[in-house]
């Protein structure tokens, strides 16, 4: 297939990026979950938008709502290379009131419908509706081709997931051909798929429609004073009972090296971003950040190499089976399958085990942590110890029930307070 045969090139991908993300508490006090950083120097929204990217597609929207700040300036930071003389796009789409004064984005369908008109300039024949909030790599062309192909009204991502797990997501029952024939929102009792009675399809929030139908769907529902103006409970379901909605397997369109599983993560949880994370520093990780045929696009900081100083009995700056970003200064500290994002900077005799620290941290001497999520810009005091104690840690920080330690900068001021 040339390049001038690509549907991608007909594409554009909204990215509905507007949900606070509150299972991970803290961590989106101060920002939308898309935002969150993750893998040391990217944010979680950078995985949607390069998957676009990668796949050829020019013309993308972000949909903002919730404190988009954070979002806004990293886009305008890192995702500023389009050109519009050759016909392509990133618009940032905060909820701005434009249909009312009153009304702001009131479903991840009517975040579309209040921008109609600014998709009908793109001039496109087909949308791609993302989630901004996952970690995974997909080639959308190969999802378009099936969508046209099977001259779906709409193709529906999915992941083939055991059965007992699929009660947490909308389920597809499917036929041989893949043809959805129902769609259930978190099933008790979920359908498997025809080849596998222990697997189930779940799906993933993309979506693939030809923008016309699209545009008089959502002009339909717009009026419905019924509809939630969702699409995963009120477009999916019209489409499923009353046309062509397809099943399109993650399977067939993941990116990844050769015999490794398809890799899709939901981080929404303090547990869940603490595990992906700590995941990358395993040997050979499931997630390959270092394919320089699908990178994940970010925004770079200028910052100088790491450094590690320091060579004494107890005193080495030292860094095994982690990750450690550019900017990083490793002052005589122990650093142990853990993830640290640009610019920490630790101080001697500390020691970081399986933990996440978050870009700007400082960790002052003699502090000890062990499985933490350190929020960014927190200031580490001396000789602090969390992850020993459970019940002595949930005094001031966040405890999940796995035993992950949230640390944002309000509770060391309120531990600071208490000594």
Not at 194 to 212: C, H, Q, R
Not at 313 to 342: P, Q, W, Y
């Amino acid at each position: 297939m040339t390049d001038t045969n690509r549907l991608s090139q007909r594409a554009m991908a909204f990215v509905l990026a507007g949900g606070r993300g509150s299972r991970l508490h803290e961590l989106t006090d101060l920002r939308v979950k898309p935002a969150v950083y993750f893998g040391g120097k990217t944010r979680i929204v950078d995985f949607a938008l390069s998957n676009a990217l990668n796949s050829g597609i020019r013309k993308m929207a972000i949909a903002t709502q919730y404190k988009a700040h954070s979002l806004i300036r990293h886009c305008q930071r890192g995702w500023t290379f389009f050109r519009a003389e050759r016909n392509e796009f990133l618009d940032i789409l905060p909820a701005s009131q434009r249909v009312s004064e009153d009304m702001w984005y009131r479903g991840t369908a009517d975040a579309v419908t209040q921008n109609v008109d600014i998709i009908d300039s793109y001039d496109v024949d087909y949308v791609v509706i993302l989630a901004g909030d996952h970690i995974y790599k997909m080639d959308y062309e190969i999802m378009l081709r099936q969508h046209v192909e099977s001259k779906a009204d709409v193709t529906i991502g999915c992941l083939t997931v055991p059965r007992e797990e699929a009660t947490a997501f909308g389920v597809m029952a499917v036929d041989e051909d893949s043809n959805i024939t129902s769609f259930l929102e978190k099933p008790a009792d979920p359908p498997s798929t025809p080849e596998d009675p222990t697997k189930a399809l779940a799906s993933m929030g993309i979506y693939v429609f030809n923008w016309k139908f699209l545009r008089e769907l959502l002009r339909k529902d717009a009026g419905d004073t019924n509809s939630t103006h969702d699409f995963g409970n009120d477009l999916i379901p019209e489409i499923v009972k009353n046309g062509k909605a397809v099943a399109h397997r993650f399977d067939d369109s993941c990116v990844r090296n050769e015999g490794a599983p398809a890799y899709w993560r939901d981080v929404g949880t303090v547990d869940a971003f603490w595990q992906a994370n700590i995941d990358l520093t395993d040997f050979t990780p499931e997630l390959d950040l270092w394919d320089k045929q699908w990178p994940v696009w970010t925004y770079s900081e200028g910052v100088p190499p790491a450094k590690f100083i320091h060579d004494e009995k107890d005193r080495r700056g030292m860094a095994i089976s982690s990750m450690v970003s550019g900017g990083c200064v490793i002052s005589g500290t122990e650093v142990r399958n853990s993830l640290l994002f640009t610019n920490v900077h630790t101080n001697s005799f500390a020691v970081l085990d399986h933990s996440v620290v978050l870009p700007d941290v400082v960790v002052n001497r003699s502090a000890r942590l062990r499985k933490c999520v350190i929020d960014r810009a927190v200031n580490i005091p001396a000789g602090l110890v969390v992850g020993e104690d459970p019940t002595e840690d949930a005094k001031f920080f966040r405890v999940t029930e796995k035993g992950t330690t949230l640390i944002t900068q309000p509770m060391v001021d309120k531990w600071e307070a208490a000594q």
